[in-house]
């Protein structure tokens, strides 16, 4: 289906956020030295004049201290006494300039672990038409929006294995590149959310250039 970037189209995202049954962060449990972290899936409107709905994702930037130059969605660490949603608007305005508030969250999705020692909490965020985009140098090197129609495409995501570990690699195809988990596990989440299924993603493998 189509999503037009308009109010009904935010409605339905609320639904399925909504009727979409999130495990709680103890199932299942995190281990103790992992650290809370929380990314915004920000839903703008695509680029191609359109209409349709699209989602932020970034390039990390080069001086940045990890994962410098990786795919990811806008988010980091929460701040002691943070909780996820006030973690991801806030780094949505420190990347981006993106100033949302509560009322603009739609849900939240599964919690994923990473293999660098991270809890990340998906936020659904609505930005509207007011997503006037200002990239913080510093943190980000490029933004793109990426359309809704393209994350549901049969040939969006594939599965690899690797010699590494026992678990899948998962991999988003997007403009002829490789987007791995977490970036794309989360996405994949949200893609399933959006047809209305509780598809589970915290099994799903990073490369082991994402290890560290």
Known sequence: MGWPFDDATR??????????????????????????????????????????????????????????????????RCDAGETQIEAGLRELAEELGLALTPDDVLGLLDDYPTRSGYLITPVVVWAGTRAAISPNPAEVASVHRIALDQIERPDAFDFVAIPESTRRVIRFHHAGRLIHAPTAALIYQFREVLAGRDTRVAELEQPVFAWK
Do not use: M, Y
């Open 11 to 76: 409605r339905n995202i609320l639904a399925r956020c909504a009727a979409f049954t999130r495990l709680p962060a103890s199932a299942p449990a995190p281990a103790p030295a992992l650290k809370r972290a929380a990314v915004a899936i920000a839903l703008v409107e695509a680029e191609d004049g359109a209409g349709g709905t699209a989602l932020l994702l970034t390039l990390r930037a080069a001086g940045l201290r990890a994962h410098r130059g990786q795919w990811a969605l806008p988010g980091g």
